[in-house]
């Protein structure tokens, strides 16, 4: 079965911190990887796509990183400010289900305190 | 950038009504809308896709007669919860797909359904 997995489950750090989310994935033959950020009560804000053949892509103060062999990739969050504060989503599509098909972790709660 | 609205974004609904939800695409046209479904401190769960002028695909333990998905435009697709009872409280978002594209999905800002 192909899921998706994220690690922490929330985290809560103050201003300034750079940080690490993790995502790990069953099957390395993905079609693709995003990463997305949530708001409370909000619809989902694309933030990174990384392809299966790149290792990673970069926005702003946002990294993101893809191992395929090893079925992860790693959001990195430099200089976090408050407004950072959301639940950050990373969805995965596979090479056999499609480019369409997203499966979706359970999502990093994080909380970047003034 | 590309904008999905959803109407409404709350609903209440008394347990045995039907509700239906309504996901638009603003300024492009979306060949494919998706419908997801997110209980509290969970994931989203991909409920169906819908293509425009066909039946939807729904994904395995989704009752499509619970469930009703049209597509009838470009830009509009509608997810009709009937005969709602409380276990279908939840969170549901639309994305969608700009036709000619391949993959990015723009998603709504979904839609809070209590049922009573």
């Known amino acids: 079965k192909q899921e998706v997995t994220q690690i922490p489950a929330a985290l809560s750090v103050p201003e300034g911190e750079n940080l690490v989310l993790n995502c790990s994935f069953t099957?390395?033959?993905?079609?693709?990887l995003q990463w997305f950020r949530q708001d409370p009560g909000k619809g989902l804000t694309s933030l990174l796509l990384?392809?299966?053949?790149?290792r990673e892509q970069t926005s702003g103060r946002l990294n993101a990183s893809l191992d395929k062999s090893s079925g992860r990739s790693t959001l990195y969050i430099a200089a976090s400010q408050p407004g950072d504060s959301a639940t950050y989503l990373c969805?995965?599509?596979?090479?056999?289900?499609?480019?369409?098909?997203?499966?979706f972790g359970t999502g990093t709660r994080l909380l970047v305190s003034p | 950038g590309a904008v999905v609205s959803q109407h409404p974004s709350r609903v209440i609904c008394k347990s045995g009504t039907s509700v239906k939800i309504e996901c638009r695409s603003l300024?492009?046209?979306?060949?494919?809308m998706f419908w997801y479904r997110q209980f509290p401190k969970k994931s989203l769960m991909l409920m169906a896709t819908?293509?425009?002028?066909?039946?939807?695909?729904?994904e395995q333990g989704v009752e499509k007669d619970k469930f009703l998905i049209n597509h009838a435009s470009l830009t509009l697709s509608t997810l009709t919860v009937t005969s709602a009872h409380p276990e279908d409280s939840s969170f549901y978002i639309c994305?969608?797909?700009?036709?000619?594209?391949?993959?990015?999905?723009?998603f709504g800002p979904g839609t809070r359904l209590l049922v009573l």
């Open positions: 819908s293509n425009e002028g066909s039946k939807a695909t729904y």
């Open positions: 969805a995965v599509s596979w090479v056999n289900t499609g480019f369409q098909k997203l499966v």
């Open positions: 300024d492009f046209q979306a060949t494919t």
């Open positions: 994305s969608a797909r700009e036709a000619g594209t391949q993959e990015t999905q723009y």
């Open positions: 990384i392809q299966s053949s790149q």
């Open positions: 099957d390395s033959a993905i079609y693709n």
